[in-house]
């Protein structure tokens, strides 16, 4: 059974860091592309970012690029979310994505991609 926890969520003032972590069990994480999610009050689930097995190729929105960086460390069945000048409107639940990759490059980016999710982390942004 797929397990993934995410960690790193908090308060944080504008202009400030967080870096987020998913941790999973229950997969060969190397056969797995994974993605960051987020929803706002209100709103739907968002796409933020994504990363082939590899690592090599990530994809991000284009509201969190050049802000947000997603890594992998394959050892450690762990993903990494690091996000930098965050802004009010980054505040929402964030969510830890994973299925199964059947290209190395293809980045996936659509909620109904993913059949196991993790159970979120807050992150708040003040203004």
């Known amino acids: 059974q797929v397990q993934l926890v995410e960690s790193g969520g908090g308060l944080v003032q504008t202009g400030g860091s967080l870096r987020l972590a998913c941790a999973a069990s229950g997969l060969t994480f190397s056969n797995y592309a994974m993605g960051w999610f987020r929803q706002a009050p209100g709103k739907e689930r968002e796409f933020v970012a994504t990363?082939?097995?590899?690592?090599?190729?990530?994809g991000y929105a284009d509201s969190v690029k050049g802000r947000f960086t997603i890594s992998r460390d394959n050892a450690l069945n762990t993903v990494f979310l690091q996000m930098n000048s965050l802004k009010p409107e980054d505040t929402a639940v964030y969510y830890c994505?994973?299925?199964?990759?059947?290209?190395?490059?293809?980045?996936?980016?659509?909620?109904?991609?993913?059949?196991?999710w993790g159970q979120g982390t807050q992150v708040t942004v003040s203004s």
């Open positions: 994505a994973a299925r199964r990759a059947y290209s190395y490059t293809y980045n996936y980016t659509y909620v109904t991609e993913y059949g196991n």
């Open positions: 990363v082939t097995w590899s690592g090599a190729t990530p």
